[in-house]
């Protein structure tokens, strides 16, 4: 099982990347592929054309919050990891074609909520081994992985606008990623589609990490995304499914 992480500032196409990593993975049978939604903004679903609570599907949060916090049923003699284990296999999983996805939805009430926390990444442990490959679509800082989600990590993949903010973004994310002790392979920033070709050298003299590639800008993505069609459905020939594919394949895919 390999796991993937898309991350960056706010609408750097992080969202989209991950699903054309999934398109991708899918048309290369390299499957089955779980996909989890860790930004509370939770437009991955969106993007995929997939309506997560019209399907009757709940977020990870609204479970922990059924599980620990109401009913308060921590005297039943089920581990809680097992306990939200089971309720995430039972309500919490969207199933697709060739990939499932869950939904960590916004934080659960802030504090020291260890036991959720801790329950929650034994449970996904246990359930990201039934799977290939994991794609891990995030908000923008990378401790809350770490806490709720996984401390392994293959491939990190940081996307990068041409800005002053994103560059720091980006030198702070590594930055957190060893502090937060997350183990990963490889670190690679991607330009957005907003990100000039020729920059790519600026990012590894100034931040001293490999730039991997941009991904190109395109009007499929932005039509696709209006009109609500799964950009799994993007024709195979659109410019950034092509970077995208020449992305993976530089990073070993
Ligand atoms: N390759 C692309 N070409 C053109 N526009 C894009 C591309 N990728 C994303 N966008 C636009 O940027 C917006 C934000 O993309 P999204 O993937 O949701 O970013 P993030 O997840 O980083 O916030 C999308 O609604 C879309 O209009
Ligand atoms: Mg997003």
Redesign the pocket.
């Known amino acids: 099982m390999k796991i993937i992480v898309s991350m960056?500032?706010?609408?750097?196409?992080?969202?989209?990347?991950v699903a054309l990593i999934t398109k991708y993975f899918i048309e290369t049978r390299r499957t089955p592929i779980l996909l989890i939604d860790a930004?509370p903004?939770q437009?991955l679903a969106d993007?995929l054309g997939i309506d997560f609570e019209g399907e009757g599907k709940k977020t990870i949060s609204e479970l922990i919050v059924e599980t620990f916090l109401e009913g308060g049923g921590t005297t039943v003699g089920i581990p809680p990891s097992e306990r939200i284990e089971s309720k995430i296999w039972e309500k919490g999983l969207y199933e697709g074609e060739g990939f499932d996805l869950i939904a960590i939805g916004p934080k659960w009430v802030e504090g020291c909520y260890c036991l959720p926390n801790e329950a929650l990444k034994g449970a996904l442990g246990k359930i990201t081994k039934n799977y290939r490959y994991v794609i891990v679509?995030t908000p923008a800082g990378l401790e809350h992985l770490n806490r709720r989600i996984t401390s392994i990590v293959n491939d990190i993949f940081d996307?990068i606008d041409p800005s002053k903010k994103s560059f720091d973004h980006v030198a702070r994310a590594y930055r957190i990623a060893k502090e937060v002790n997350i183990k990963f392979d490889n670190f690679y920033v991607v330009g957005?589609?907003r990100f000039p070709e020729d920059l790519g050298g600026e990012v590894e003299r100034r931040l001293k990490l490999k730039f991997i590639g941009k991904?190109?800008?395109?009007?499929n993505?932005?039509k696709f995304?209006?009109s609500g069609r799964s950009l799994l459905e993007i024709p195979g020939d659109s410019?950034?499914y092509r970077s995208v594919r020449g992305i993976l394949a530089r990073a070993g895919y």
Do not use: N, Q, W
């Open positions: 960056g500032r706010g609408g750097t196409g992080k969202t989209s990347f930004d903004d437009s993007v679509d996307l957005g589609y991904i190109s800008s395109d009007e993505i932005e995304i209006l410019p950034a």
